[in-house]
C-alpha cells in the first residue's frame, strides 16, 4: 500500500517557467489537498478537492491551479513560476472531508525556482 | 492568517525526559490534531482530540485541548532519541472544513 505518492522529490525551474507536480494516492481518499511549507511559516493550504471534479482555493491560492478528473490523482499547476513559490510542496488524503479524520501526506516536492 | 503558533519553538531535553508543547490556535474548531516531521520528511499524524474531548492518551502522548483558552498541549513521556522531529499542531476549523497548520516545535532528544 503505497498511500500518498508526489513526484518529482526536487525541483529546479527558472523563473517564466511552468510545470505540475504530480500527486496520487491508492486509499479511495475523497479529499485531497496541497500545503506548502516555508520556514517560520508552518504549512499553509493552496488548492483542495473533496471528491473528483471538485476543487476549492485555500489560504494561498494564487499562481497555481488544479483539477482532479479521478479520485486517486490531483496534479498542482505552476503556470509562471516566481522565486516567491520556492518551498516545500506536500500533498495530503483524507477518507473524506469532515472533522473526524486524520491526513496522510505524501513526502514532499522540494522546488526551487531561480 | 488562519494559522495557529505553537510554543516553544524549539525544545532540547534528554533522553528519558518528558517533553510538552503548546498550541493556540484562533478560531472555533471540530478537532484538533498533532502530527510529526521527521527532517526532510512528510507529516505523519499523531492523534486526534474532538472539540467536546479534554485529554487524550495514545501510548506516550497525552493530549490537553481547552477550548475556552483555545489551546492545546501535546506530552510526550519518557522521550526517546528516536522523537526527534518537528511536531505540529493543526485546527479543524468550524465552517471552513479544512486543516490549518501552526508553525511547530522542533523537539530534539539527546540520547
Known amino acids: 500500500n503505497a498511500g500518498v505518492t508526489q513526484t518529482p522529490k526536487f525541483q529546479v525551474l527558472k523563473t517564466g517557467q511552468s510545470m505540475t507536480l504530480q500527486c496520487a494516492q491508492d486509499?479511495?481518499?475523497?479529499?485531497m489537498s496541497w500545503y506548502r511549507q516555508d520556514p517560520g511559516m508552518g504549512l499553509r493550504l493552496i488548492h483542495y478537492?473533496?471528491?473528483?471534479?471538485?476543487?476549492d482555493q485555500g489560504e494561498v491560492p494564487n499562481g497555481y491551479n488544479v483539477s482532479r478528473s479521478t479520485t486517486e490523482d490531483f496534479p498542482l499547476r505552476l503556470l509562471s513560476a516566481a522565486p516567491s513559490q520556492t518551498s516545500v510542496y506536500f500533498c495530503?488524503?483524507?477518507?473524506?472531508?469532515?472533522?473526524?479524520?486524520?491526513?496522510?501526506f505524501g513526502s514532499g516536492t522540494r522546488l526551487t525556482v531561480v | 492568517s488562519q494559522q495557529g503558533e505553537e510554543d516553544p519553538q524549539a525544545l532540547s531535553i534528554q533522553e528519558g525526559e518528558n517533553a510538552t508543547m503548546n498550541c493556540s490556535y484562533k478560531?472555533?474548531?471540530?478537532?484538533l490534531q498533532w502530527y510529526r516531521q521527521n527532517s526532510g520528511r512528510g507529516l505523519v499524524h499523531l492523534i486526534l482530540?474532538?472539540?467536546?474531548?479534554r485529554e487524550k492518551h495514545s501510548g506516550r502522548l497525552r493530549v490537553t485541548l481547552d477550548t475556552s483558552k483555545k489551546s492545546s498541549s501535546l506530552l510526550i513521556t519518557a522521550s526517546r532519541a528516536a522523537d526527534t522531529a518537528s511536531y505540529f499542531c493543526?485546527?479543524?476549523?468550524?465552517?471552513?472544513?479544512?486543516?490549518?497548520f501552526g508553525t511547530g516545535t522542533r523537539l530534539t532528544v539527546i540520547p
Open positions: 495530503a488524503s483524507s477518507y473524506r472531508q469532515g472533522a473526524s479524520y486524520g491526513y496522510t
Open positions: 486509499m479511495n481518499h475523497e479529499y
Open positions: 478537492s473533496v471528491g473528483a471534479g471538485i476543487t
Open positions: 478560531t472555533s474548531i471540530n478537532n
Open positions: 482530540i474532538r472539540s467536546n474531548e
Open positions: 493543526a485546527s479543524y476549523q468550524t465552517g471552513a472544513n479544512n486543516l490549518f
